[in-house]
């Protein structure tokens, strides 16, 4: 059985940095690009950033470009997501979620249950 678990959330000023992780479990890790997605309240869903299996190579929303960063460490099955200089409009629940392909292409179906990211003074 697929797990994702998210953590790292928090209350966070404006400016501020948070890095959330993403732990997975009951597949082959480093065969699957992973993503992160998040949901501001009263909002659609929005896609935030993506990563290949390998972790060489990365895709961003144009909202976080140059203040998040995603990567992946293959050997603990952990998925992290670094961002830096935030924004009240950052605040969302953010969500990890496996592609179907070790590319970020095709499919999702796996989803994490969600971490709180609240960036407000």
């Known amino acids: 059985e697929v797990q994702l678990v998210e953590s790292g959330g928090a209350l966070v000023q404006p400016g501020g940095s948070l890095r959330l992780s993403c732990a997975a479990a009951?597949?082959?890790?480093?065969?699957?690009?992973m993503n992160w997605f998040r949901q501001a309240p009263g909002k659609g869903l929005e896609w935030v950033s993506s990563?290949?299996?390998?972790?060489?190579?990365?895709a961003y929303a144009d909202s976080v470009k140059g203040r998040f960063a995603i990567s992946r460490d293959n050997a603990k099955n952990t998925l992290y997501l670094q961002m830096n200089s935030l924004k009240p409009e950052d605040t969302a629940v953010y969500y990890c979620?496996?592609?179907?392909?070790?590319?970020?292409?095709?499919?999702?179906?796996?989803w994490g249950l969600g971490t709180q990211v609240t960036v407000s003074s």
């Open positions: 979620a496996k592609n179907t392909l070790c590319a970020p292409t095709g499919g999702l179906d796996s």
């Open positions: 990563i290949n299996g390998g972790g060489d190579s990365t």
């Open positions: 009951g597949f082959t890790y480093s065969n699957y690009a």
